[in-house]
């Protein structure tokens, strides 16, 4: 089956890191690009950053440019992100995700299950 | 940025009765989006791209239609597993941006 199953979520201080993991599985991760989208609960979706299929690219929302960085390690089949200097307003479920290009079409075809981060003292 | 804006946030239905869902894009995003289903506590799923197309595994029920800045989901027939929260994404420019969000619901 393809999967995603991220990692590393938990209870921070502000100003404080963590990295998140996703762990790709039934398909060839390094052939696709790769994301981050989040969502605070009961809110909705935010896209986060995105990555090339050899870590060569990378793109981010302005809101984390310079504080989370998005990285992979295909021999591993794994999807980093580091969070830095976290804030409140970085709490959230950070789902990863598959992008798939058809035709011009850029969609996100896969999620991971997600991994709750909460920023609080 | 381009803004999606979602209508309306919450749409209750009967079971078996259509539900159209709207999505509106703050400038022309030809036929570059997607449609997505979060059911309570799981992640989202992609249901349409390309505006109309649907995804593999995704039943002939839902359809998409719409380009330019106006697009619509239809939900033929609602079964109980249809009652979710139905997201419009576009990538015609980054950063990708999502609506709101339509809640469909039991009336």
């Given at each position: 089956?393809v ?5 590393g979520?938990?209870?921070v201080?502000?100003?404080?890191s ?5 762990a ?20 909705g979706?935010?896209w ?19 504080r989370?960085?998005i ?29 798939t ?7 996100m075809d896969v ?5 709750t981060?909460i920023?609080s003292? | ?5 979602q209508?309306p ?7 078996g009765?259509?539900a159209?869902?709207?999505c ?10 997607a ?12 249901l ?9 595994g995704?039943?002939?029920s839902f ?18 597993e249809?009652?979710?929260i139905?997201?419009?994404q ?18």
């Amino acid at each position: 089956d393809v999967q995603l199953v991220e990692s590393g979520g938990g209870l921070v201080q502000p100003g404080g890191s963590l990295r998140l993991s996703c762990a790709a599985s039934g398909f060839t991760f390094s052939r696709y690009w790769m994301q981050w989208v989040r969502q605070v609960p009961g809110k909705g979706l935010v896209w986060v950053s995105r990555i090339r299929t050899d870590g060569s690219t990378t793109m981010y929302a302005d809101s984390v440019k310079g504080r989370l960085t998005i990285s992979r390690d295909n021999a591993k089949n794994t999807l980093y992100l580091q969070m830095n200097s976290l804030t409140a307003e970085d709490t959230a479920i950070y789902y990863c995700a598959r992008e798939t290009v058809v035709q011009g079409n850029y969609y996100m075809d896969v999620w991971g299950t997600g991994t709750t981060v909460i920023v609080s003292s | 940025e381009i803004v999606m804006t979602q209508s309306p946030v919450t749409l209750s239905v009967s079971p078996g009765e259509r539900a159209t869902l709207s999505c509106r894009a703050s400038q022309t995003i030809s036929s570059d989006l997607a449609w997505y289903q979060q059911r309570p506590g799981q992640a989202p799923r992609l249901l349409i791209y390309g505006a109309s197309t649907r995804a593999t595994g995704i039943p002939a029920s839902f359809s998409g239609s719409g380009s330019g800045t106006e697009f619509t989901l239809a939900i033929s027939s609602l079964q109980s597993e249809d009652f979710a929260i139905y997201f419009c994404q576009q990538y015609h420019n980054w950063p990708l941006t999502f609506g709101g969000g339509t809640k469909v619901d039991i009336k």
